[in-house]
């Protein structure tokens, strides 16, 4: 089988999750951006959800707190038990079967019955591998490039996507943006570099403009 | 679209509340650094992130003031003729 659309993966795996099930199974979801809201959202019928947020409202740190509260309000409506400014302390055995998961601990010493934890806390970059090949990884792990996408002291190395530390020019700073779209179109423009220094090595290269976007 | 590594004021136009049905929601997020758009969300409100991400990439995106104001963003152009005429 093979799946164009990684939602629609995301979708069918939990489904396929859940079909092992007889009764509505509890779903407990730690994190509250976009994959632990994104994942309520798709199991909010089938399941008894709980999201587990640090923070006051889902989303407050990227979206503030407004947006952050309609996001809230609305998960409620559709019956997710939303915890917010609350943290794990531990995962329980269940006690029919130890190897599974049974409950989700909160440092406030409830414990949340959980057939199935989905963990959407924050991703690093996976750069370990580079640690001897003396490219400098940043202090997340990301790699910072030049605005053609260049690794600095590396002729012909690029870094692009998730892992990219890059100049953005609308606010001067130097950003990592996790959007599938600047994966692409970085991508895009590595490779108009790439072509650009094969026809003319004194060619001045195009810099990384796009602005970032995604739905 | 855009990025915001931090943001100082967010304008909302349209509602962030939601209703007893369920429905209500129906907003533009702008969101600030110093008076200046640096990024911007929207929930059935296309398409209007779409027309800000060509704005800002033009460097035609209006001010917050003008945004707080109740400028709608769809009615700032993105083209303008040789003459500097909005089309």
Not at chain 1, 116 to 128: E, K, M, Q, Y
Not at chain 2, 48 to 74: C, F, I, W, Y
Request: aromatic content about 8%; proline content about 6%; overall charge neutral.
């Amino acid at each position: 089988m093979t799946f164009k659309k990684p939602k629609k993966v995301c979708s069918f795996l939990l489904t396929l999750a859940l079909s092992q099930f007889s009764t509505k199974p509890n779903v407990v979801i730690v994190g509250s951006s976009f994959i632990g809201m994104e994942s309520a959202s798709v199991l909010a019928k089938t399941a008894n959800v709980t999201v587990i947020g640090m923070e006051k409202v889902p989303f407050e740190r990227v979206l503030g707190p407004q947006v952050g509260k309609a996001m809230l309000d609305l998960n409620k409506h559709y019956g997710i038990n939303m915890e917010m400014q609350q943290f794990v302390e531990k995962y329980a055995p269940s006690p029919d079967d130890p190897s599974r998961v049974g409950g989700v601990v909160l440092k406030d010493g409830r414990t949340l019955p959980a057939d199935i934890v989905i963990l959407g806390a924050g991703v690093i970059p996976s750069t370990g591998f580079l640690k001897s090949s003396g490219i400098p990884l940043d202090k997340d792990q990301g790699i910072s490039v030049s605005g053609s996408m260049q690794v600095p002291g590396f002729e012909d190395v690029y870094a692009i996507g998730d892992i990219a530390r890059y100049p953005y020019h609308i606010t001067g700073e130097n950003v990592r943006v996790e959007h599938w779209n600047v994966a692409q179109n970085q991508a895009r423009l590595v490779a108009d570099v790439i072509n650009l220094k094969n026809t003319d090595k004194e060619a001045v290269l195009p810099v990384f403009k796009h602005i970032p976007y995604f739905w | 679209m855009g990025h915001a590594t931090s943001f100082d004021d967010t304008i909302i136009q349209g509602s962030t509340d939601v209703d007893t049905s369920g429905g209500g929601l129906g907003f533009v997020a702008y969101y600030l650094r110093q008076g200046k758009v640096v990024a911007v969300c929207s929930l059935g409100k296309d398409p209007v992130t779409s027309h800000a991400s060509e704005l800002m990439r033009l460097g035609k995106m209006p001010s917050g003031d003008e945004l707080r104001n109740g400028l709608d963003l769809l009615t700032v152009p993105l083209k303008s003729n040789s003459l500097g005429i909005n089309l």
